[in-house]
């Protein structure tokens, strides 16, 4: 009986913003002079056995979608999944110019910069066109 009127009292919530620009939330009413926004903080009520059911076989049908959508995509299982790599060139100075960049780098190591990085790039993106 006692938590009765404490679920009733809490159906607002107000934000006040105070003329010097503090901002402060609560469920009373803001003092005079304070800007405030309303909000209707009711609780929804916990949905009954059949809206349950209603979720949850919703949730099923979601997830036998994805699965077919995974097989559709070719995704369903890790060996399969497609590559989105994009391969410029295949050719013997586009192999080259890609083992060049890779040398360069492991000799560099975390030394690198953007300038080397972007010319080597640019390199092997020249080499591959």
């Given at each position: ?43 929804q009520p ?51 110019a ?32």
């Open positions: 009986m006692f938590l009765l009127p404490a679920a009733t009292q809490a159906s607002h919530l107000y934000k006040c913003v105070a003329p010097g620009g503090a901002v402060s939330y609560q469920s009373a009413t803001c003092e005079t002079g304070a800007a405030a926004r309303v909000w209707d903080a009711t609780p916990l949905p009954d056995a059949a809206e349950r059911s209603k979720q949850r076989e919703a949730q099923r049908r979601g997830q036998a979608d994805s699965r077919y959508l995974s097989r559709l995509a070719g995704t369903d299982r890790p060996g399969r999944a497609r590559a989105s790599v994009i391969r410029l060139g295949a050719g013997r100075d586009c192999d080259a890609r083992a060049r960049r890779e040398r360069k780098l492991a000799t560099v190591g975390m030394e690198r910069d953007y300038e080397l990085v972007s010319a080597l790039n640019d390199a092997v993106f020249d080499a591959c066109k």
